[in-house]
Nanobody, 129 residues
Framework: QVQLVESGGASVQAGGSLRLSCAAS???????????MAWFRQAPGKEREGVAA????????NYADSVKGRFTISQDNAKNTVYLTMNSLKPEDAAMYYC???????????????????WGQGTQVTVTS
């Protein structure tokens, strides 16, 4: 079993920045098999969408077109923590942000919720204009 705990959500003005963190904990076996991690978001009345993902071994990264050039996903494997640095925030970035972990190592279908077995409870990001 893996537990994911997100933090860092806040209310910011448009154009501002935030860094979200996702700390993973669990059995050594479960942590070892976490091969990729991702951030998703869901705004009220909208479907959950993939924002960014990273491969824990090779470090590949992928981003949704809507956040490319503004968001950066990174990791500290020693701390079992994944980060999402969000710059130039827009009102449309406002959502609940979720961290997710998968045993699938490759980058294809990184945006598909079904590939992720473990999910955090979410952290709220509000962007005011």
């Amino acid at each position: 079993q893996v537990q994911l705990v997100e933090s860092g959500g806040a209310s910011v003005q448009a154009g501002g920045s935030l860094r979200l963190s996702c700390a993973a904990s669990g059995t050594t076996y479960a942590i070892y098999y976490m091969a990729s991690m991702a951030w998703f978001r869901q705004a009220p009345g909208k479907e959950r969408e993939g924002v960014a993902a990273i491969g824990r071994g090779t470090g590949w990264t992928n981003y949704a077109d809507s956040v490319k050039g503004r968001f950066t996903i990174s990791q500290d494997n020693a701390k079992n923590t994944v980060y999402l640095t969000m710059n130039s925030l827009k009102p449309e970035d406002a959502a609940m942000y979720y961290c997710a972990a998968s045993s699938i190592p490759y980058s294809g279908t990184w945006y598909a919720s079904a590939r992720y077995k473990y999910w955090g409870q979410g952290t709220q990001v509000t962007v005011t204009s």
